[in-house]
């Protein structure tokens, strides 16, 4: 079995606060990064109400040059609870730390079907009290565009890396200079 290695999630809120999570890295390349979060005590998804068991894992891709990220949250079993695409920018990684700023906008995607759009007053009054820049709301805008123009394909996108490089357990099918 190969061992994970650690990343630190840093998110950055448009109010400045920082959110912090310890995750495995399960993927890098120049252009893709992807983590996993083991969700060790279950729960409810806010804005969807739906149960999360402990032991599901959320799967977070993040790219480079995209202006969001996509984060597939599966039971135990590998069944798909949901997905949850976020408005970002100033994504980065190394190998201990991927940061990026959250810009505002959310979109979930239960398993059942339908895009749920959150956060547009959020983003609203994020704007009013210039808390975003510039490039934060074309960022944002920018994810609107791509998520609410092509989901599907972001979801396809991802159900595909998955079927070529990790195994039904998460873990990557070959060690090699781009999976640890």
């Not at 970002?88 to 749920?116: I, N």
Request: aromatic share 8%.
């Amino acid at each position: 079995m190969i061992p994970y290695e650690q990343i630190t999630e840093r998110k950055i809120k448009a109010n400045g606060s920082v959110h912090e999570y310890l995750c495995d890295l399960v993927y890098a390349s120049d252009e893709l990064l992807v983590i996993a979060y083991v969700m060790k005590r279950g729960g409810t998804l806010p804005g969807i109400g739906l149960t999360v068991l402990p032991g599901s894992v959320s799967y977070g891709y993040f790219w480079c040059d995209r202006p969001y990220n996509l984060y597939r949250m599966k039971r135990p079993d590998g069944s798909i609870i949901a997905h949850r695409i976020d408005a970002v920018t100033g994504v980065e990684w190394t190998t201990t730390v991927l940061e990026y700023r959250d810009v505002v906008l959310d979109w979930w995607l239960p398993a059942s079907g339908g895009l749920v759009a959150e956060d547009e007053d959020e983003l609203a009054e994020a704007i009013a009290a210039g808390l975003l820049s510039e490039a934060d709301i074309a960022a944002a805008e920018a994810a609107r565009l791509a998520v609410e123009g092509s989901w599907q394909g972001i979801i396809a996108e991802a159900e595909a890396f998955e079927a070529a490089h990790l195994a039904p357990t998460g873990r990557p099918l070959h060690a090699g200079q781009e999976s640890p």
